[in-house]
């Protein structure tokens, strides 16, 4: 009960944080002259995050704490001295799972489904960060489990790894704005910006499928999903396939899902059941409209191959819903 207690208050006093921090924010984008806050949106904001958290903590409660405790029972676990550089390492080792969390939540339309909601907003500011779907920490709609897994699995202690990732999250909150410019060259190059996550947040054709990293943008310029702010060119915010135009947090947090379900039931015939790469639709539509095979190849990791008939209702905003994987 003592511990349940303590976990409100820092809900509540985060919170808190987050509110007086958006209304600051909004002051200073009226006298920057820039949008400022949409009400409706902000409230719809603030509801999905509370949602998102519930089901989060339920969600490492049950599966990552019986995780942790069945590696514990079995003695599997490493016996690990805690020392400052022992925080910093996982902090930098969750960075990178979140990373790869993150892409595979672009690039896979199973995990765009709990994701989307994020993106499909038309402003950029603190609020947006809270935009989250409950649907989230569900293993069927991402691959957030390898956030948490590795490190229950090291039998590293789940209430540290848990707050230490809680500031990975806490970070990324403040990069989402429009308030903030360019900051110095050698933070830049490092860490994640402003600057570089509203690239990530547009949906021009340069700004696709780049700048995934949560804290440490190096991720992004060693796999080679970089873009510069000053490269990108006009950043209109939002998604341009079925953008959402309400404020109803139960259409923002399922109306992905719905659309997934009915794609699915637009297809007669399939030969394996996969995803698509969210940036790279129109290049997959072609071939998927004209009943025959198509193939494209991501940052020459992968390649992705159509082989499938389409029932003749298929919306074409509706990209490939059924794939093969293989080695480009």
């Given at each position: ?5 303590h ?19 909004n ?25 998102y ?14 995780m942790?405790a ?5 003695g ?22 979140f ?9 896979m ?15 950029f ?6 935009r989250q ?22 039998g ?5 790894v848990?707050?230490?990732y ?22 830049e ?92 639709r ?6 998927i ?12 990791w ?6 499938t008939?389409?029932?003749?209702g ?15």
């Amino acid at each position: 009960m003592e511990s349940m207690v303590h976990a409100l208050l820092i809900m509540f006093s985060f919170g808190a944080f987050f509110i007086i921090a958006m209304w600051l924010e909004n002051k200073v984008l009226i006298r920057q002259g820039k949008e400022c806050y949409d009400l409706p949106e902000t409230l719809a904001n603030i509801v999905s995050s509370v949602l998102y958290k519930s089901a989060d903590a339920l969600y490492i409660i049950v599966f990552v704490g019986a995780m942790a405790a069945w590696v514990q029972a079995h003695g599997l676990q490493l016996t690990i001295e805690y020392h400052w550089y022992t925080y910093v390492l996982i902090f930098i080792a969750q960075d990178f799972c979140f990373y790869l969390f993150h892409v595979v939540a672009h690039k896979m339309r199973f995990a765009w489904v709990s994701h989307k909601i994020h993106h499909s907003s038309n402003h950029f500011n603190f609020g947006v960060a809270l935009r989250q779907s409950l649907l989230a920490p569900i293993p069927l709609f991402s691959i957030g489990f390898i956030i948490w897994a590795p490190f229950a699995f090291l039998g590293l202690d789940i209430a540290t790894v848990a707050f230490i990732y809680e500031l990975n999250l806490f970070y990324q909150f403040w990069i989402h704005t429009r308030t903030v410019e360019r900051l110095p060259k050698w933070f830049e190059a490092i860490f994640n910006t402003p600057s570089h996550h509203r690239v990530h947040h547009g949906y021009g054709e340069k700004q696709i499928d780049c700048n995934y990293a949560g804290v440490f943008i190096i991720w992004d310029r060693l796999f080679g999903t970089f873009v510069n702010e000053r490269d990108a060119g006009e950043i209109l915010y939002g998604v341009k396939t079925r953008p959402v135009h309400s404020h109803n947090v139960f259409v923002m947090v399922f109306e992905e899902l719905f659309d997934l379900v009915k794609t699915f039931g637009a297809t007669r015939t399939f030969v394996t059941c996969g995803t698509i790469p969210i940036g790279h639709r129109n290049e997959m539509i072609r071939a998927i409209q004209n009943d025959c095979d198509g193939s494209l190849v991501l940052h020459d990791w992968f390649k992705i191959s159509v082989s499938t008939r389409i029932g003749d209702g298929l919306n074409q905003n509706f990209a490939a819903c059924f794939i093969h994987i293989h080695a480009a």
